[in-house]
């Protein structure tokens, strides 16, 4: 079997890696440490689920919002088992630490429930929908309607959930941190050079004006469910407080991702995968300022990068 799509995606990870440049190191050791972590709680035995749920639902958001599927499915050779080796490398340095503790069977139970993923087919509907949503939304903020426009079930559905549930311990938060992942995967499509240079401003205020435009919907959206759950469970008044800086650094987070790579009318699917691994890693308490520093590392290569676009 070739297996043509973990080779792009390894060239694609190549690319990526020296682009970071010194800032890989940090990565490296990020990603070492979280293998220990799984080889740990695969030793014990104690929160080894946790491990193989993460994985499990880090590779179908990636099943659920990746763009390339209708093509795949058609025109690559045995689609399902390419794109199963794109999920089973993925998980591989965490899970083949399971292989050498007393918790071995969970490397195989993770190994079938990645090979059923790539079975889930998902299709999005071409038909504007909320066409005056632009009267509600600055058509400047164009990631915010059109995302919201192929992803309003979804969105709409989660956002309810965490309103009806507001008033439990951990469940709105979430509920609200999945909707983070749904709003990040806006940003996976870059704008035309027309519609970049439209604001006439230099690099370094376009992205802060648009750092600042995007976060105040994240806080508008999240602070009165964030409020009411403070309310009817005050124990958790430290974690709510962090909720939504956290939220927000994601979000800065993925603007400076999609800009530090921009080309124009380019589609970005594999800056994806990274930002769905840092939203999962953010429900680890002790990476939760990961996103913060990731953010203002990617704020200089997004303006250093927009500087060629934008004549600055």
């Known amino acids: 079997m070739q297996l043509t799509l973990l080779y792009i995606r390894l060239k694609q990870l190549q690319r990526e890696l020296r682009s970071l440049g010194m800032y890989m190191i940090a990565i490296a050791a ?3 440490y979280l293998i220990l972590v799984s080889f740990s709680q695969f030793e ?8 193989v749920g993460g994985l499990v639902i880090i590779c179908v958001a990636l099943q659920f919002y990746r763009k390339d599927t209708s093509f795949i499915y058609k025109h690559v ?6 794109i199963f080796s794109e ?3 993925i998980s591989l340095p965490f899970s083949v630490t399971a292989i050498f503790t007393k918790s071995w069977m969970y490397f195989p139970l993770l190994a079938t429930l ?3 993923i790539p079975y889930l087919k998902f299709s999005v509907r071409k038909k504007t929908i909320f066409k005056n949503l632009s009267r509600v939304i600055p058509a400047m903020n164009f990631e915010w309607i059109s995302g919201f426009r192929k992803s309003f079930i979804l969105f709409i559905g989660v956002y309810l959930l965490a309103v009806a549930f507001c008033w439990f311990r951990i469940l709105p938060l979430f509920l609200l941190w999945f909707l983070t992942t749904i709003i990040i995967s806006f940003y996976s499509e870059c704008e035309s050079i027309q519609v970049l240079r439209e604001s006439g401003e230099t690099a370094g205020k376009f992205l802060l004006h648009k750092l600042y435009r995007h976060s105040i919907y994240i806080v508008i959206l999240y602070t009165p469910l964030i409020l009411i759950n403070t309310i009817f469970n005050p124990g958790y008044l430290l974690i709510n407080l962090l909720f939504v800086p956290v939220q927000v650094a994601l979000l800065c987070f993925a603007i400076g991702l999609k800009y530090s790579s921009y080309r124009p009318n380019s589609m970005q699917t594999a800056n994806n995968m990274l ?3 840092i939203a999962f890693l953010v429900s680890l308490p002790y990476l939760l300022p990961l996103p913060a520093v990731l953010s203002f590392l990617y704020f200089y290569k997004a303006r250093n990068n927009l500087k ?5």
């Not at 014990?44 to 491990?51: F, M, P, S, V």
């Open 114 to 116: 990645l090979f059923l």
């Open 30 to 32: 990020i990603a070492l």
């Open 87 to 89: 999920y089973a490398a």
């Open 308 to 312: 060629y676009y934008l004549n600055d």
């Open 275 to 277: 930002l769905t691994i």
């Open 44 to 51: 014990t035995g104690r929160h080894a689920y946790y491990i």
């Open 77 to 82: 050779d045995k689609p399902h088992l390419q």
